[in-house]
Structures are given as C-alpha cells and as structure tokens.
C-alpha cells in the first residue's frame, strides 16, 4: 500500500529530504491504484 504522509512530515521535522519523501509517497500512491485491483482479482 501506499507510504503514509508521516514520511513526509517526520523527514520535514528532522531536517531530511522533504522532496524525495514526497516523491516516493506519491510513487507509492500510484503503483498502489494500479496493483491494488490486481491484487483484488486474485485473492477474488
């Protein structure tokens, strides 16, 4: 499933990489809309 905005907001707080940890939440958001009903039309 996708990565929670807490990466986000943790990476904004500890001084990290506030533009790669939204990168990759929005990566995440969008391989999950893509596998998730994949993952529906197995398990069903």
Sequence with gaps: ???????SLLAAQYHGDEI?????IALTTLLSV???????AVLL
Excluded: E, V
Aim: hydrophobic fraction near 45%; charged fraction near 5%.
């Design 34 to 40: 893509a596998t998730t009903p994949l993952w529906c």
């Design 1 to 7: 499933m996708a990565a929670g905005t807490t990466a």
């Design 20 to 24: 790669f940890a939204t990168k990759y």
